[in-house]
Nanobody, 117 residues
Framework: QVQLVEAGGGLVQPGGSLRLSCTASGIIFSISTQGWYRQAPGKQRELVARITSGASTNYADSVKGRFTISRDNAKNTVYLQMNSLKPEDTAVYYC???????????WGQGIQVTVSS
């Protein structure tokens, strides 16, 4: 059974930083693509950042230069370092992991990030 556990969200002032983590169990991390998505109230879920099994990364235009996705295969954990946070980054952030062979998708429970003064 695959489980994803997210941590690191919370309330931060504009310009501040947070680091999200997502630790997976029941899946071989090195043969998966990991991603972070977010969903703000009244909006659709959108891709924030993704890292492939080959360590290629891509980012939403709105977070380029501010957010960094990384992972530690030994710990089965993917991170999202978020710097220079803006109020418009406020959303529930979700971890996603996709097996590159079966294409099965797994989602975390979501974690709230609130950027406000």
């Amino acid at each position: 059974q695959v489980q994803l556990v997210e941590a690191g969200g919370g309330l931060v002032q504009p310009g501040g930083s947070l680091r999200l983590s997502c630790t997976a169990s029941g899946i071989i991390f090195s043969i998966s693509t990991q991603g972070w998505y977010r969903q703000a109230p009244g909006k659709q879920r959108e891709l924030v950042a993704r890292i492939t099994s080959g360590a290629s990364t891509n980012y939403a235009d709105s977070v380029k230069g501010r957010f960094t996705i990384s992972r530690d295969n030994a710990k089965n954990t993917v991170y999202l370092q978020m710097n220079s946070l803006k109020p418009e980054d406020t959303a529930v952030y979700y971890c996603n992991i996709e097996n590159i062979y079966s294409f099965r998708n797994y989602w975390g429970q979501g974690i709230q990030v609130t950027v406000s003064s």
